[in-house]
Structures are given as structure tokens and as C-alpha cells.
């Protein structure tokens, strides 16, 4: 009966999941990654919005460029105007990036030394080292190869991808009956 509204709220409950997984918060940061979510379901065009989006629907003002999105839970640092600690006070506050501001062009920053929520279109986001999921590939020089040539081969953990001409083993001299 309700299965359109349904499909809503699951897309919009798995998108703050995995908002919320992803930058790693703890779950006190829902209501800011549900506001996120719902951001970005959006400004996604739709196929059957002519590829428009509801947000530029609803408000007839284009979105935000995705290319100025930023990982939702990053560590952000916020310009702040009144620099508080003088001339060699920071220049910046230290927040958690919490997405766009769709009222305006800024980006939305939680201090939590304040528990204020700042807008700013000066925001700084650190990238976050991201945990390899599997392996980094490995190198080894001795191999089937299809030619004599020396060289090294980069081998993936998932193993290397067979060849559908006939190999030659690889060694290191070379024959002079060629």
C-alpha cells in the first residue's frame, strides 16, 4: 500500500548508515547524517525528473557542485573571522564537516568545543588515511612470461590473469638458436 513512501525511507535510513559508518562517528550524529542523506537523494538527477533533480525542482536553484562535496564526519577546519585569539590566535576553528547548507552556497561545519553548527563557504577538510581492504599488490620477477625479456611483473593477491597464447618460461639466458 505504501511501498513508494517505503522505498524513500529505506534509501534515506541506508544512506545515513552508511554516512554514519563511513566517517566513523559515533550514532549521536544521526539527525546530521539523515539532514546529509536527505541532501544528497536530492540533488541526484532523476530518469524520471527528465534528469533533473528535486532539489532544483522544489526550489528552481541549482544545487551544489558535487566536485565541492566532502566526506561526511571529516575533520574540517572553519575560518573564523573575529580570530578570537588576536593576530596570533588561529585562524580557524576545528569542527566535523556535517554537508552543505541547503540554504545557501556554504558548507556546514559542528564545533563541538561550542555545540554550534557554523556555515561557511571558507572551509578547510583534512582527507582521512583510509585502511587498504585488501593487500597492496606484490612484485616478483620470476614468472611465466610471454616473451624472454627481463622485466617485473605485478602480481594481485587475486592471483594472475591467464594468458591465451602459449607461455614461454621466463629465464635468463638466451639461446642463440632463435
Request: hydrophobic share 35%; proline share 10%; glycine share 6%.
Amino acid at each position: 500500500m505504501n511501498g513508494a513512501i517505503e522505498t524513500v525511507f529505506r534509501e534515506l535510513r541506508d544512506t545515513m548508515a552508511l554516512l554514519l559508518h563511513d566517517s566513523g562517528r559515533d550514532p549521536s550524529f544521526w539527525a546530521l547524517a539523515a539532514k546529509h542523506a536527505e541532501y544528497l537523494i536530492n540533488i541526484r538527477p532523476k530518469e524520471h525528473l527528465n534528469g533533473y533533480c528535486a532539489y532544483e525542482l522544489l526550489t528552481g536553484i541549482k544545487p551544489h557542485d558535487i566536485r565541492d562535496l566532502h566526506p561526511f564526519g571529516a575533520d574540517a577546519f572553519a575560518f573564523d573571522p573575529l580570530r578570537r585569539g588576536g593576530k596570533l590566535g588561529p585562524k580557524a576553528r576545528h569542527g566535523i564537516y556535517v554537508g552543505f547548507s541547503p540554504t545557501s552556497l556554504s558548507h556546514k561545519v559542528y564545533c563541538p568545543d561550542t555545540n554550534t553548527i557554523i556555515e561557511t563557504i571558507h572551509v578547510k577538510v583534512v582527507p582521512r588515511a583510509r585502511a587498504p581492504t585488501s593487500p597492496p599488490p606484490t612484485t616478483t620477477t620470476s614468472c611465466l612470461l610471454p616473451s624472454r625479456k627481463p622485466c617485473t611483473v605485478l602480481m594481485l593477491t587475486a592471483g594472475p590473469v591467464p594468458l591465451r597464447r602459449r607461455l614461454i618460461p621466463f629465464t635468463s639466458t638466451t639461446s642463440s638458436k632463435d
